[in-house]
């Protein structure tokens, strides 16, 4: 009897253990088909990897196993391991999605066009990661400190994004990291302390310090939180005189009204700041006004926009109609530009019918320069924009280029630093230079300097300017136009040399620019560029 009772028990418990495991394999079936399609529906495929290859109309055994990109655990079984989407030119925001692929350990995003932040919630979205890799992207905001929960992370690559802010020292805590490498972003602050062991890459991010790198100075300690450096009676008093001078207060309520309360049918865009709305004043002024998702988060940012464009009137600097700060709210009000952001003209969608005129790509550029060269060489704080890309390039109803998003700026006046609580200064503007030869690349070709680099060997074709023919905008092709093209393709490839001693200032690139633009080029320039300083700092001030 005894033995019949515990056969019994046994096959019961042996029953239920298996309708579990039945149960839960279903489940991981279903939830990482689930996180595959709303990851494919989430991204734009322009060259349809995804399309092609992704079908889920199958209903056999392992059969999101054969998609591109995917490796599951067992080739019959639909549970994914790892997720390897390298250089596909897939574009959107950090997928959600990866939420359902509950057991992925794997994730290769590299070499595409992702961009936003990194979700905060990084490490409850995928708890398991032992490597991840976000190089060559364009993501932008702060590392989430919650990388830190990802316990099992071996390798982590974030290179080449537009990150800010500070590495979170929670990183050196990792138990497992082997390779952690940031490297060509904009962090600064003090380095975190990884084990001897850990392979570590911090290559060109200006301000940060420590560790291997230049000892951070006591300047620094006192700057790690922007928030307490607020707190000095000299800023304070420094940025209130500021402010009141520099712009217009607007009302909350009359930003509710000109945008009808934020509805969604107003908004036009979406940063890492927060969400921008079109809005309509009484007089029937159309205004864009950005709305921040976090006042004390982009509290710096807040100031600077203010105090920059604000201050500052530039023909190629977006203007500041007005801020306003009321509660939680911190708000920014400029002129609605009619002609978008440059990069909607230089990648439009597939239904539109939109193309910039040679004429006007070199007026573009013309104008990008004067205001970089103006703000690197007149103004008095010798500001740099350490953001520049066809996406902050706003153009009006003329396609007069106006630059905008000044939130990570940084200042070239030594005498800076104290007083406005600048994270880190810079000695110079050749990061700018760099981005500008990148939006110069992608005038010409559609393309950024980055995006060409993965294609073609670019040393070959910065030696042979003509051999860029073949990529340049097929809409440009056949015009006559191979001089000045090749000269502004020489002059990109200066503006993006490897060692940033060796590029132009933006003075000399814009005296170029300004000597093309007036027919003033020979055969001299395809076969090396030379500045000059024939152009005064006097000619580019425009207010």
């Known amino acids: 009897m005894a033995f019949h009772t515990k056969r019994n028990i046994l096959l019961h418990t042996f029953f239920w253990c298996s309708l579990l495991s039945i149960f839960l394999t279903s489940h991981g079936t279903e939830t990482d088909i689930l996180c595959l399609k709303s990851i494919k529906n989430s991204l734009e495929d322009p060259n349809n990897y995804l399309t092609s290859s992704w079908n889920f109309s199958n209903n056999f055994e392992g059969y999101i196993c054969r998609f591109n990109g995917v490796e599951c655990w067992h080739p019959d079984e639909n549970r994914v391991l790892n997720i390897k989407l390298s250089n596909m030119g897939l574009k959107g925001q950090f997928p959600r999605g990866f939420r359902n692929c509950s057991s992925i350990t794997g994730l290769d995003l590299s070499f595409n066009e992702f961009s936003g932040p990194i979700p905060t919630d990084i490490s409850s979205i995928l708890p398991f990661l032992t490597s991840i890799d976000l190089r060559n992207n364009k993501f932008t905001g702060e590392i989430p400190i919650a990388l830190a929960n990802c316990t099992y992370l ?3 690559k974030l290179d080449n994004n537009t990150l800010t802010g500070e590495i979170p020292k929670e990183l050196g805590q990792f138990p497992r990291i082997r390779t952690i490498s940031f490297s060509n972003n904009q962090l600064y602050g003090q380095v975190p302390m990884f084990d001897g062991l850990v392979k570590v890459n911090y290559a060109n991010n200006r301000g940060l310090c420590g560790g291997s790198l230049t000892p951070c100075s006591s300047t620094h300690d006192n700057q790690n939180d922007f928030h307490q450096s607020l707190k000095g009676g000299l800023i304070v008093g420094y940025i209130s005189v500021l402010l009141e ?3 217009s207060t607007i009302g909350l309520d009359e930003l509710c009204g000109a ?18 709305y079109q809005g309509f004043l009484p007089n029937g002024q159309s205004l864009a006004v950005r709305r921040l998702f976090d006042a004390q988060l982009f509290k710096r940012q807040f100031l600077l926009e203010t105090m920059i464009m604000g201050r500052y009137k530039h023909k190629n600097i977006v203007p500041l109609l007005g801020f306003c700060i009321e509660g939680k709210e911190r708000l920014l009000a400029y002129p609605y530009m009619s002609n978008r952001r440059l990069s909607k003209w230089l990648h439009p969608l597939e239904s539109e019918v939109i193309r910039l005129k040679w004429h006007q790509r070199v007026n573009i550029a013309l104008g990008i320069a004067r205001g970089l060269s103006w703000l690197h060489h007149t103004c008095d704080l010798g500001i740099v924009h350490f953001n520049i890309c066809s996406q902050c390039i706003l153009l009006d109803e003329n396609f007069e280029p106006k630059i905008s998003n000044f939130g990570e700026a940084n200042f070239m006046n030594p005498n800076i630093e104290d007083h406005l609580g600048t994270m880190f200064k810079v000695n110079d503007g050749k990061k700018d230079v760099y981005d500008f030869g990148s939006v110069l690349f992608e005038l010409i070709t559609g393309k950024t300097y980055n995006e060409l680099s993965h294609s073609y060997d670019t040393s070959d074709l910065c030696d042979n300017p003509l051999s860029f023919y073949n990529v ?5 092709r056949g015009e006559g136009l191979e001089n000045e093209v090749c000269t502004l393709i020489k002059m990109a490839c200066e503006c993006v040399h490897p060692l940033p001693d060796q590029r132009p200032t933006m003075l000399e690139v814009y005296n170029n620019m300004s000597n093309l633009r007036k027919g ?22 425009e207010f």
């Open 472 to 476: 340049i905008d097929k809409s440009m």
């Open 520 to 541: 003033q080029t020979d055969s001299d320039t395809l076969r090396g560029l030379e500045y000059n300083s024939s152009i005064t700092i006097d000619e580019i001030v």
């Open 245 to 247: 001078r520099l712009t």
């Open 259 to 276: 945008t009808e309360s934020f509805t969604v049918d107003n908004a036009i865009g979406v940063g890492k700041m927060g969400m921008m």
């Open 154 to 156: 071996n390798a982590l």
